[in-house]
């Protein structure tokens, strides 16, 4: 299968331009923008894509591109810091700009230019822009064939090889015409023939999968969100119900409700192995007093691999694998699958606690879902016939409510907040909006406000609400409610949850916020 190798550079739109490749029906991968090429890398792709960057390309520990990417002789796409290092590698000129552009700007492109990246683009356009530096005099062999209406270089091609750059982010939204410059690179000028599809992905997987674990026991832990739950309906499509052990840890942090409509789910998929671990308890007194949301998160990960190694044994399942429901963007946030200079985000357990490393050493962790975005691992449930129920469910993180109770977790908290949620999720179902919203839920915080309930003052909780328009979770934009709306959500939690006293609505976007609070 063809494929377009897109050069990390640590921006926070490198995803976008992986999803956008894959939405064009073409397989991306990213990797760090600093490796070196593979020979399998040039021998199985059809063009580069080089994303932005939080670095200047003028500073002296900016990432490089490597020489094979240049020697390779596949065409390539500098995006952003791509072309402004590009620029640079060819003896051009970056420097800062006065004035950082930001957001729309109109892009013209220059009189009497015809090129295959323009095909079908209008002269004139609107781009979406998110850079601080600028490309000053560009490199030799390299010509401005389009500007932005601030006068700053905005396309570039090479007059010889074949490599263009663009100063904006096509892969954005908002830019006009931004799918059509990818597909006319990745078509046009890539002439990268389209064979990516979860058909496609679940006949390779199958094949990978069957021969690393033959008839040995299958062993996936289910969390109860869409990821584990369609990670569980593949291996049982692929291997059969005998050979899948399906092991769900009740860690006391779930939603409302929710084990048992996890259970009921995965008994319909015709698990005959199907496994519950009542580890509240244990979770619960794990975490009491503890503050500290890395602390929280390692702590929960860490028990649920106690729990789960205690149960693997109580089964005896010999040489059991591990199979994770770990996404794409799980790795690149945890910094693993990017840049060298990658930050760890978050410390997403299911990526990087000690034990599954070990597991790893041995060649016994098997991640079916770790080149899917989300959206595709919906698909795969759909084509796997899970119901829409299940696959149009809001993510839901490992960690659970753990991670949305701030501060110190216990049972009380715990059943508050799990109230709360549940208030907030019917309403949202009744109003029609759930489906409109990529993910909300309620975080209870570690204040209390004052009220009135009748003639008495109360001290009740506060709940945020957070509800967040998204593409992968990687970026958010808040849910714009109407006022009623919210006004009423309000006023159905605090009735019915008598120990909230006053709700809040988050309207922080991500970056610079996350979508969870901790
Ligand atoms: P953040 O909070 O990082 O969340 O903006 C992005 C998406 O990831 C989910 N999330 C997690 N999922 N384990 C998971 O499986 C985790 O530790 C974790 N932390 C965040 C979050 O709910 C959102 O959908």
Request: hydrophobic share 40%.
């Amino acid at each position: 299968m063809d494929k377009i190798l897109i050069l990390d550079f640590g921006s926070q739109y490198t995803q976008l331009i992986g999803r956008r490749v894959r939405e064009l029906g073409v397989y991306s991968e990213i990797i760090p923008g600093d490796s070196p090429l593979s020979e399998t890398h040039v021998k199985e792709c059809t063009g580069i894509i080089l994303s932005g960057s939080p670095f200047s390309a003028y500073e002296p520990d900016a990432p490089i591109i490597h020489s094979s990417v240049y020697d390779c002789g596949l065409p390539i796409l500098g995006v952003c810091y791509g072309i402004q290092r590009m620029t640079l590698d060819a003896r051009g000129r970056v420097a800062k700009l006065a004035e950082r552009e930001y957001g729309k700007k109109t892009v013209a492109v220059r009189a009497g230019i015809e090129d295959p990246l323009l095909k079908g683009i209008s002269p004139s356009f609107v781009s979406w822009m998110s850079h601080g530096d600028s490309i000053v005099s560009p490199g030799e062999g390299w010509e401005v064939i389009g500007d932005s209406d601030g006068n700053i270089p905005a396309i570039l091609r090479h007059t010889k090889l074949a490599r263009w750059g663009v100063q904006f982010h096509p892969e954005v939204s908002h830019c006009e015409f931004g799918t059509l410059l990818l597909s006319n690179f990745v078509f046009g000028i890539c002439k990268t023939k389209a064979g990516w599809s979860m058909q496609a992905y679940l006949d390779q997987e199958a094949d990978k999968i069957r021969t690393a674990i033959q008839d040995r026991p299958a062993l996936l832990l289910i969390s109860g969100g869409v990821d584990s739950t369609v990670a569980g309906a593949f291996l049982l499509r692929v291997l059969g119900p005998e050979q899948v052990y399906l092991l769900y840890i009740d860690t006391g942090l779930m939603r409302k409700a929710e084990s048992e409509e996890v259970m009921a789910n995965l008994a319909r998929l015709g698990a005959k192995h199907l496994y519950k671990a009542d580890a509240e308890a244990r979770f619960l007194s794990a975490l009491a007093g503890v503050t500290d949301p890395e602390k929280k998160r390692r702590i929960i990960g860490d028990m649920f691999i106690t729990v789960q190694e205690e149960e693997v044994q109580r089964l005896a399942l010999k040489d059991a694998f591990l199979v994770q429901g770990t996404l794409y963007t799980d790795l690149i946030e945890s910094g693993k699958g990017v840049g060298k200079k990658a930050q760890v985000i978050k410390s997403h357990h299911n990526v990087r606690s000690p034990l599954v490393e070990e597991k790893r050493r041995k060649g016994l962790v098997i991640e079916p879902l770790d080149r899917l975005y989300k959206d595709e691992v919906r698909a795969l449930g759909r084509l796997l016939g899970l119901p829409e129920s299940v696959v149009g469910r809001h993510p839901f993180p490992g960690p659970g409510l753990g991670v949305r109770i701030l501060g110190a977790v216990d049972r009380e908290k715990c059943d508050i907040l799990r109230n709360a949620d549940a208030v907030f999720i019917q309403k949202l179902r009744e109003l029609g909006l759930y489906d409109k919203i990529w993910q909300a839920f309620c975080v209870l915080l570690p204040v209390r406000s004052v009220g009135v309930a009748g003639d008495e003052r109360k001290y009740g909780y506060v709940a945020a609400l957070r509800a967040v328009t998204s593409e992968d979770g990687m970026t958010a934009q808040v849910y714009p409610f109407d006022a009623a709306d919210l006004i009423a959500i309000s006023s159905a939690i605090t009735n019915r949850v008598p120990e909230i006293g006053r709700v809040v609505y988050d309207v922080s976007s991500k970056p610079p916020a996350t979508i969870e609070w901790e």
